[in-house]
């Protein structure tokens, strides 16, 4: 199989200005009555500071912690409705125009694009489509019965695992890691980064910030507009 290069980018923060909580309360705001989604967006604002609090200690942990809310939802109209122009509009306006170049550019030049996310696949997989990503490595949820139980169904989107999913891609692929790059905000990108010969912080957080500084990577600013 013939070797080639790719580019692989979180999704959350790093292409787009959201968080896994973003399409969440997006779907609750349109399926449920306006009191319910009030009440519901105000549990999460009171649970903010410790979902915060858990994401500096692991992304992997705060990513279950999250997804427990989806439990008891609907799969095929979650599926179903993040397949509007409506929902994909509301991930697109916030990709931020510099990422949007970046992946342009590695189009243009014959790289394969990847999104490596913590994100839900139901949600992603429309936004790849919309960038012109090749392919999708992405969350998916247990169902039972037609419902999410509110479990991952394998391990979390996050620290190691995304080096794990990136180096299996690419062996299944004959992807080139050492000529391919990876662009994330978090430290816990940072095993992807560490997988290919070309890496890139954006948007660094402290941590990830200071990491990059010590391996000499670059760290780069996109802003919203």
Same mark, same amino acid.
């Given at each position: 199989?013939?070797s $080639?290069?790719a580019?692989?980018?979180?999704?959350d923060g790093?292409?787009?200005?959201t968080?896994?909580?973003?399409p +969440?309360?997006?779907?609750?705001?349109v399926?449920?009555?306006?009191l319910? $989604?009030? +009440?519901? &967006?105000?549990g999460?604002?009171?649970?903010?500071?410790?979902?915060?609090w858990?994401? /500096?200690?692991?992304?992997?942990?705060v990513? %279950? %912690?999250i997804?427990?809310r989806?439990?008891g939802?609907?799969?095929d109209?979650?599926?179903? !409705?993040?397949?509007t122009?409506?929902?994909v509009?509301?991930l697109?306006?916030?990709?931020?125009p &510099?990422?949007?170049?970046c992946?342009?550019e590695?189009?243009?030049?014959?790289r394969?694009?990847? +999104?490596?996310?913590?994100g839900?696949?139901a949600?992603m997989?429309?936004?790849?489509? $919309?960038?012109?990503?090749?392919?999708v +490595?992405?969350t998916?949820?247990?169902?039972?019965?037609?419902?999410?139980?509110?479990?991952?169904?394998g391990?979390?989107?996050?620290?190691e695992? &995304?080096?794990?999913?990136? /180096?299996?891609?690419?062996a299944?692929?004959?992807?080139?890691?050492a000529?391919?790059?990876?662009?994330?905000?978090s %430290?816990?990108?940072?095993a992807?980064?560490?997988?290919?010969?070309?890496? %890139?912080?954006?948007?660094?957080?402290?941590?990830?910030?200071?990491l990059?500084?010590?391996? $000499?990577w670059?760290?780069?600013? !996109?802003?919203?507009?």
């Amino acid at each position: 199989m013939p070797s $080639h290069a790719a580019a692989f980018f979180d999704v959350d923060g790093t292409l787009t200005r959201t968080t896994i909580l973003h399409p +969440l309360l997006w779907y609750l705001g349109v399926r449920q009555g306006r009191l319910r $989604h009030l +009440l519901g &967006k105000a549990g999460l604002l009171l649970q903010l500071p410790r979902y915060l609090w858990i994401d /500096r200690r692991s992304r992997a942990r705060v990513n %279950v %912690v999250i997804y427990r809310r989806y439990a008891g939802l609907p799969a095929d109209d979650i599926s179903d !409705w993040h397949r509007t122009p409506d929902a994909v509009r509301r991930l697109t306006d916030r990709l931020f125009p &510099k990422a949007r170049e970046c992946v342009e550019e590695h189009r243009r030049l014959g790289r394969r694009v990847i +999104l490596v996310t913590g994100g839900l696949d139901a949600v992603m997989r429309p936004f790849a489509e $919309h960038i012109g990503a090749a392919d999708v +490595l992405a969350t998916r949820l247990a169902e039972r019965d037609g419902v999410f139980t509110g479990a991952i169904d394998g391990p979390p989107i996050a620290d190691e695992r &995304k080096a794990e999913l990136v /180096r299996a891609y690419a062996a299944e692929h004959g992807i080139d890691l050492a000529a391919s790059f990876a662009y994330g905000d978090s %430290v816990g990108d940072a095993a992807m980064l560490e997988c290919v010969g070309h890496p %890139v912080a954006v948007n660094a957080g402290r941590r990830l910030r200071r990491l990059a500084a010590q391996r $000499h990577w670059p760290v780069v600013s !996109w802003p919203p507009s």
